[in-house]
């Protein structure tokens, strides 16, 4: 079956934009992270969704990051205000459990 | 916060030879897992081993759990070129499912 979806794959936005990026998890799978990762860095936790339900939202770095999964499938992760610091790739990962299974990232630049 | 940290950050061998890369972590553990990152974009899954296990197989490759050290090793035998890429630990707690990795191994493998 398909893999995790991200989209878009780049986006480019002015400082002070508002962003959504999306993530599409493979099917079935009930937990879904999101992850954000600067170049030469590991990925940096940023949420944890069991189902609908955030079950740890510790990673977001302030109240400008906010993510939804309403159905229990898709998520979108939100960025108000951009500032040129939040460039970088944010990666998503869905798993049922054990191993994480990644998408190919969005990369956000800001300009 | 990160939880993991591999060593060494970057690692530089030739062709037929062995690569070990170590992770250190600091709280109890659910199970520990490696990925494996090429060009900065999605993750893959290598290997997961439980904290009850102490080694685990799979392929070339070797992984080694000391809880009582709170480290991890992965072991790359008979290195290809085509091994090049970072590798990246992370750590699953017994408290909750979210998943947090380190700052990665750069693995070099000359032809």
């Known amino acids: 079956g398909a893999g995790v979806s991200q989209t878009p794959s780049n986006k480019v936005t002015e400082k002070g934009k508002y962003v959504e990026l999306r993530c599409d998890p493979i099917?079935?799978?009930?937990?879904l992270y999101w992850y954000r990762q600067s170049l030469g860095q590991g990925p940096e936790f940023l949420i944890y969704?069991?189902?609908?339900?955030?079950?740890?939202d510790s990673g977001l770095p302030n109240d400008r990051f906010f993510a939804v999964r309403p159905e229990g499938s898709v998520s979108t992760l939100k960025i108000q205000r951009t500032e040129r610091g939040d460039s970088a790739v944010y990666l998503c990962?869905?798993?049922?459990?054990?191993?994480?299974?990644f998408g190919n990232g969005t990369r956000l630049t800001v300009t | 916060s990160q939880q993991g940290e591999e060593d060494p950050q970057a690692l530089s061998i030739q062709e037929g030879e062995n690569a070990t890369m170590n992770c250190s972590y600091k709280?109890?553990?659910?199970?520990l897992q490696w990925y494996r990152q090429n060009s900065g974009r999605g993750l893959v899954h290598l290997i997961l081993?439980?904290?009850?296990?102490r080694e685990k197989h799979s392929g070339r490759l070797r992984v080694t759990l000391d809880t009582s050290k709170k480290s991890s090793s992965l072991l790359i035998t008979a290195s290809r070129a085509a091994d090049t890429a970072s590798y990246f630990c992370?750590?699953?707690?017994?408290?909750?499912?979210?998943?947090?990795f380190g700052a990665g191994t750069r693995l070099t493998v000359k032809p």
């Open positions: 990962a869905s798993s049922a459990g054990g191993a994480l299974h």
């Open positions: 099917s079935g799978h009930t937990a």
């Open positions: 969704f069991q189902g609908t339900g955030a079950a740890d």
């Open positions: 709280t109890s553990i659910n199970n």
């Open positions: 081993i439980r904290s009850n296990e």
């Open positions: 992370a750590t699953v707690l017994f408290n909750n499912n979210d998943m947090r």
